[in-house]
């Protein structure tokens, strides 16, 4: 896959505000944030979409889910509740290809989506 910004952060070639990081993946705050708390989980490993996710990955998708409620529970969110997202492609609206996982907080949630 080509390389996107995300993996100018993860080689912090691009500065970001991180919040998490392991062997695996990162988490950092959104540039653009569309709620009070707006973190993105994503795996080191460069994976482009949802769809190039494979059985190999489960244990990681799992791991960042997880992580994902972690940092939840640790920016006080976690009680009142929160969105995961994933966008897959232009009808998903995904503007990045390096997979990541949203973490949205700190205010209500409209469903459905726009
Ligand atoms: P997508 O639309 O692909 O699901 O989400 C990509 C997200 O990455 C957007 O919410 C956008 O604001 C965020 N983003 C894009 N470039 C950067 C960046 O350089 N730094 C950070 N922290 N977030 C970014």
Redesign the pocket.
């Known amino acids: 896959m080509a390389e996107t910004?995300f993996s100018k952060?993860i080689r912090k070639e691009?500065p970001?505000?991180i919040v998490y990081e392991d062997d695996r993946m990162l988490a950092?705050?959104?540039?653009?944030p569309?709620a009070p708390t707006?973190i993105?989980i994503i795996p080191k490993e460069e994976i482009a979409t949802a769809n190039d996710i494979t059985p190999e990955h489960d244990e990681l998708i799992g791991a960042m889910v997880r992580t994902a409620a972690t940092i939840a529970e640790r920016e006080g969110i976690a009680g009142d509740g929160y969105r995961l997202?994933i966008?897959c492609n232009g009808h998903g609206?995904?503007?990045?290809h390096h997979l990541?996982l949203?973490l949205l907080g700190g205010r209500p949630m409209t469903w459905p989506p726009g």
Request: charged share 15%; aromatic share 4%.
């Open positions: 910004i952060i691009m970001a505000d950092f705050r959104d540039i653009t569309q707006h993105l997202v966008n609206g995904q503007a990045v990541h949203h």
